[in-house]
């Protein structure tokens, strides 16, 4: 459920009309739902009641500080996967105590700062980082809270670029090894193994996959428990899909949660939760404005003013985003065939092939649904494009939440070096 709908002809970010939006913060840009992402928030947690969770969202899939700290107010703590995340998560006002840090390429100096934070939990995702790890708390004199990510060899997740618990993905301790690499942790100093992580990818619409990693888990946990570690945590990562279109029926956050508590119950077992998409992907649209309209010999193309420098999801995963006219179309509008594309020079800068929707006219805008996650954080200014701003919305405010630059800041960080300004 989200909080855009469509009231006397237009189409509402909950009290704001997002054409409003459009015309003040120009196109393309991005809209995010405050009530939309509490009421996810929520909705996870209730689900997790009487079970003793930590909801740790994942940073990567919107890291907009006005985003979580929205969502900090709602006592959500985070999943990180770089020092810069973390930064971000602190800035936002999460507490370290409610951060783990994810990830298979951690640097010395993010485990420092994240050792300096206190955070709650790093996810281990191989032997040489759990040593690095164990060197560079013992020179800080702290000890590094840790679970292993285990790969379980479980396949999950909407498209194979976001399965990441099949034996040959780069994620996590292969499975064989995992009881040697505690039993290695327990000599380790400043290493206090505590949990054991397990994340098998994302966009997941079937809770089969997820409970038998989730089983495997446990069973290593229990079995780890015996051999003497003090296996507190369980952290199952994120992945719960959502709808995108039409006929979508992920599972409910309900069954989800009363599957993990059927797998995890009397067992003792704090949770660890790092949901991404299920709390942002929903609550967030990205306007456009339509261009033109070009006719080739066997398609018609509508060029909008966005591509995929702001939205890469399509051209990346080959994923659906609904496209909504802000207008609400009248009764009885004609409907046309695109192909909606992009201004970008690439072939892949293409949002849908042959969509049917309502007629579009140059200057029309629209809004590209469930944009919310991983869409802003994958961003970028390629063919020296403005990077796409933000806006939060919440109630009938609204805020720029970040700006499009200037164009001195996009070449900011540039320089023309003396000896070819010397010859000009
Ligand atoms: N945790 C980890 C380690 C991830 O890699 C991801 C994303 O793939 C997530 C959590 C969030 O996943 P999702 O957005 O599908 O909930």
């Known amino acids: 459920m989200h909080h855009f709908h469509y009231s006397g002809g237009r189409l509402f ?43 740790a969202f994942s940073v990567k899939a919107n890291g907009n500080l ?12 985070a999943d990180v996967v770089s020092g810069g995340e973390l930064v971000r998560a602190r800035r936002a006002g999460i507490p370290a105590s409610k951060i783990v840090f994810s990830g298979v390429g951690k640097t010395a100096a993010e485990m420092d700062y994240a050792l300096w934070e206190g955070i709650h939990q790093f996810n281990v995702e191989s032997a040489a980082e759990l040593r690095l790890l164990s060197q560079v708390a013992s020179a800080k004199g702290k000890t590094a809270k840790i679970a ?20 040959g993905d780069k994620f996590g301790v292969p499975w064989a090894e995992a009881e040697a690499l505690y039993a290695e942790a327990a000599r380790l100093p400043c290493i206090e193994a505590v949990g054991v992580d397990v ?18 888990v446990v069973a290593l946990a229990l079995r780890l428990r015996e051999q003497g570690h003090d296996i507190r945590r369980i952290d199952v990562g994120g992945g719960l899909g959502i709808p995108y279109k039409e006929g979508d029926a992920p599972p409910p956050p309900t069954a989800y949660a009363a599957m993990i508590a059927d797998v995890t119950k009397g067992l003792g077992f704090e949770l660890i939760l790092e949901p991404g998409r299920v709390i942002a992907g929903n609550a967030g649209v990205m306007l456009t404005t339509a261009l033109y309209e070009k006719q080739a010999p066997d398609r018609t193309f509508l060029i909008v003013d966005a591509g995929m420098n702001d939205l890469i999801r399509p051209a990346l995963y080959g994923a659906h985003h609904d ?29 849908a092939t042959a969509r049917e929707m309502p007629e579009v006219k140059a200057g029309d805008r629209l809004a590209f649904m469930s944009a919310g996650a991983y869409g802003a954080v994958l961003s970028s200014s390629y063919n020296a494009r403005y990077l796409v701003p933000e806006v939060l919305v919440d109630g009938d405010r609204y805020e720029i939440v970040r700006r499009r630059p200037t164009f001195d800041e ?15």
């Open 410 to 424: 996009m070449v900011g960080l540039e320089k023309v070096p003396d000896w070819l300004t010397m010859t000009a």
């Open 148 to 167: 292993l990510r285990v790969n379980p060899d479980v396949a999950a997740g909407g498209h194979p670029n976001i399965s990441t618990g099949k034996a």
């Open 323 to 351: 496209i909504l006219p802000l207008a609400e179309p009248a009764a009885g509008q004609g409907r046309r065939t695109y192909d909606v594309v992009g201004p970008i020079c690439e072939s892949t800068d293409k949002f």
């Open 13 to 55: 970010c909950e009290g704001v009309d997002l054409a409003e939006i459009a015309s003040a913060v120009g196109t393309p840009c991005y809209v995010y739902s405050s009530a939309t992402l509490v009421r996810h928030a929520r909705v996870i947690a209730d689900a997790f009641s009487g079970q003793d969770v930590l909801i």
């Open 199 to 216: 994340h098998i990818g994302s966009q997941i619409g079937d809770l089969v996959p997820m409970r038998a990693a989730f089983e495997k």
């Open 66 to 77: 006005a985003v979580l700290a929205t969502l900090a107010q709602e006592g959500c703590g």
